[in-house]
């Protein structure tokens, strides 16, 4: 009996040994990272194809290095994940552009180079926009370009209204505006609330703009801001479906010419010379008056901890290239981007229709700069909660944003 | 890959399984070769179940029963925490009403597609005119690409520009904010999943039907029997058995219903819809700072959920065969 038995067995190990071999054989031959290989660059923007102006910067960028660049683009929220699963199997891309606020998660995890090992050099860098990449002490990476938010109007609608967008200085005119323009039976603001960090990320110039730190969610200053949104629900200000909205469906809202304002970002100015009626954009007024540091949005170029240290001289060549003043500007032309360098930036606001997204950026905050780092993606959390349940007419603002201070300090 | 810890797995269950399956009986001692040949076709769904069931699952425990971190996940060496996850979910105040909800929504759901399914089955099985079209345009959104029919109720339901709040507007009753109050949040992806799974209902209890004898019915008929005498006497009994299989699939796919509700409402406003799969990949994936361990933990319930509803099946199944 065990004669048979044990052949058996023998025989499966065989068999199943092979399989496995084969299988490890091929995989391990494509992603052993030796010297002049292809450099592979991963980035967010899936909506560029092969033959696109940025595809080709990367590419003569890898050129003037003198090797070859393999450029894979993902969708922003996959490459959270697939960053982090390249640097648990250890085959990560030599260069990796990634939302900023992911830098802070992907350097915690170890899987990022720091500019003491890479050499990268980040003084021309603005100090607002760097701040995202920088953890005590350290800088894990450059910002290719920044975006952030202001609010567009509806020219027509406004001028039908007899509203003054100039005359919007801060929350009461704002308030004023809004209250108008419903009188006349149109709609006053959309933007997006959702559940994401997309929530968050549309709550804090208002936040900020109070005068609220992230380090304190249900600070007086806070609890105005949210009770601000809230109330524009309550009169009828901005629609209930803002709970919903993702930043491009706000867009959408905006977009039938029914809605004064809305929220939303740099990378709808191509869309916005699409739209049917003519339109203007201001900053988003702070409580007391003046622009209200918005946050920073972007991408950060980095480069990924290769086990083959070898490769970072020619990784940090390619990012120099694609970082240089002239590229960069290229760059975040195509991207509808304001530059990260004062000086690009000075070119870039000789376009009146970029100046006010120019001055934003200035005064934009980098959501986990103030060495907030990891502790930030709880914070965020905390807050888009807060500000569902309180506009949603769960918890009044002050009882939501004190649950969320209670959530993020004990977690 | 580890490819060390599979084969040597591998070894342990076949060396485990085989000398339960021919120890006493054998017929004919095959040759060698036979044998060889016999591994060689048994080979691939070999590896193909380690390859894609096995090892996954037995990360997903691994993941659970450890501190991981992203440090740690990438770095390796995550300590050994035992249940600290599994605690840290059961004490968390999300989970109560998480659970409730997954329950509310599978019942639901359940009790809706299933009779939904069963009456049009039923409806459909008259023969009349037009009716193979019909049947066929009501399989529609069993073939929708579930990111389309997701995004199209979550337009229908939307509170300012929806359809459905139009339509209410018509009659004259105020419009509901389907999707973000917390009170409608949860039938609105209700709804949704009973218009997905009605088809699947529909088709496979119509087959089920088609195999009762129709003399059944022209026996009863001639013994007087009314509809509803013949439906509970006749229909209901003999399509037990494939009653029972739809619904335990139907159970099995609605726990783990995660793209509507995702699509539809993040699992929000502020909780009030989200379900155990839609915490789970919240907390692996939703957040810019993953956790893993209490991710894997809630995934792990789910099937063990799923597990308990195939046992009861399996149990009732044989109760059926022994009477």
Redesign the interface.
């Known amino acids: ?1 065990t004669g ?2 044990r ?3 023998l ?3 065989a ?3 092979l ?3 084969a ?2 054989a091929c ?1 391990s031959s494509a992603d052993d990272p030796t010297d002049g290989g292809a450099y592979l660059v991963w980035d967010p923007y899936p909506q560029f194809a092969d033959d696109s102006e940025w595809v080709a910067l990367l590419k003569k960028c890898g050129t003037s290095a003198g090797v070859t660049v393999e450029r894979t683009g993902y969708d922003t929220t996959d490459l ?2 697939k960053a ?1 699963l390249a ?2 199997q250890g085959n990560s891309p030599d260069v990796l552009i990634v939302d900023n ?2 830098i ?3 350097a ?4 990022l180079t720091t500019t003491d090992d890479n050499k990268l050099d980040v003084s021309a860098m603005e100090k607002n926009l760097l701040g995202a990449g920088q953890s005590e002490g350290k800088t894990y990476g450059v910002p290719i370009g920044a975006n952030t938010l202001a609010l567009y109007y509806n020219k027509d609608l406004l001028t039908a209204a007899g509203v003054d967008p100039a005359a919007i200085k801060d929350w009461t005119s704002l308030n004023a505006a809004l209250s108008t323009v419903k009188a006349k039976g149109k709609k006053g603001i959309t933007f997006s609330a ?4 997309e929530g968050s990320f549309q709550f804090l110039p208002w936040f900020w703009g109070s005068g609220a730190q992230l380090t304190s969610l249900d600070s007086p200053q806070a609890v105005s801001a949210l009770a601000l949104w809230a109330d524009w629900l309550k009169q009828g200000y901005a ?3 803002v ?2 909205n993702t930043q491009t469906t706000s867009w959408q ?1 905006f977009a ?1 010419g029914n809605y004064a304002f809305a929220e939303n970002g740099t990378w709808q100015l191509a869309n916005a010379e699409k739209l049917g009626f003519s339109y203007g954009t201001i900053a988003i007024p702070a409580s007391a008056g003046g622009p209200a540091p918005a946050p920073t949005g972007g991408e950060f170029v980095s480069i990924p901890v290769q086990k083959n240290t070898g490769r970072y001289d020619k990784s940090q060549q390619i990012v120099a290239c694609l970082t240089s003043a002239d590229n960069l500007l290229t760059t975040d032309t195509t991207l509808s981007y304001v530059a990260p360098v004062a000086a690009v930036q000075d070119r870039q606001a000789a376009d009146p229709k970029l100046k006010v997204w120019v001055e934003a950026v200035r005064a934009a905050k980098g959501r986990t700069g103030d060495n907030l780092g ?1 502790k ?3 914070i ?2 905390s807050l888009w ?1 807060a500000v ?2 309180a ?4 918890k009044s603002p002050q009882e939501a944003l004190r649950a969320a201070q209670a959530a993020a300090s004990t977690r | ?1 580890p ?1 060390t810890t ?2 040597s797995t ?2 342990r269950d ?2 485990g399984a ?2 339960t399956a021919p ?1 006493r009986s054998h017929p004919s ?1 095959r040759r060698r070769p036979d ?2 040949l016999a ?2 076709f ?3 769904v ?2 193909y179940l ?2 894609f069931y096995a090892y996954p699952l037995y990360r997903n425990v691994e993941l659970s029963l450890r501190a991981y ?3 740690s ?3 390796g060496g995550a300590p050994f925490a035992g249940l600290d996850n599994y605690r840290t979910v059961l004490t968390d105040p999300a989970f109560g009403p998480t659970l409730t909800h997954t329950v509310v929504f599978t019942a639901a759901s359940l009790a809706f597609q299933f009779t939904i399914g069963m009456a049009l089955a039923l409806f459909f099985h008259q023969h009349f005119p037009l009716s193979r079209t019909l049947r066929a345009l009501i399989l529609v959104p069993w073939l929708l690409p579930l990111i389309v029919s997701a995004s199209t109720w ?1 337009w229908l339901l ?4 929806g359809l459905v709040n139009a339509a209410l507007g018509v009659v004259g009753i105020d419009g509901v ?1 389907w ?4 009170g409608w949040s949860l039938t609105s992806v209700i709804i949704a999943n009973v218009w997905i799974g009605i088809p699947f209902n529909l088709v496979v209890l119509y087959s089920g039907l088609q195999a009762i004898p129709t003399e059944m019915y022209e026996a009863s008929a001639l013994d007087g029997a009314s509809g509803w005498q013949r439906f509970w006497g006749i229909t209901f009994p003999l399509l037990r058995p494939v009653s029972l299989i739809t619904l335990l699939l139907g159970l099995i796919y609605t726990l783990k219903v995660f793209d509507i509700i995702w699509i539809m ?8 819809s989200a379900t155990l799969a839609t915490w789970s990949y919240r907390l692996g ?6 956790e893993f361990g209490p991710g894997a933990a809630i995934g792990n319930l789910l099937i063990v959920l799923a597990l308990i509803a195939g046992l009861v099946y399996i149990r009732i199944d044989r109760r059926q065969h022994l009477r």
């Open positions: 009996m048979p038995s052949r058996r067995r025989a499966a190990v068999v199943i040994a399989a496995v071999a299988g490890s995989s959270t994940n982090l640097a648990q606020p992911v802070s998660t992907l915690e995890a170890g899987a959702i559940g994401t960090e629609p209930n479906s709970i919903n809202e039938t990891t930030y993606p709880k965020s959390e909660t569902q349940s506009l949603s007419g769960g | 890959m490819s599979q084969t591998t070894a076949k060396g085989a000398p120890p001692r044998r060889w591994w060689g048994l080979a691939p070999t590896v380690i390859a971190t992203v440090r996940f990438v770095q979550s939307n509170s300012d520009s904010n999707l973000t109050s917390p409402t993040k699992g929000g406003p502020t909780g009030s994936f939703g957040n810019l700072l993953p």
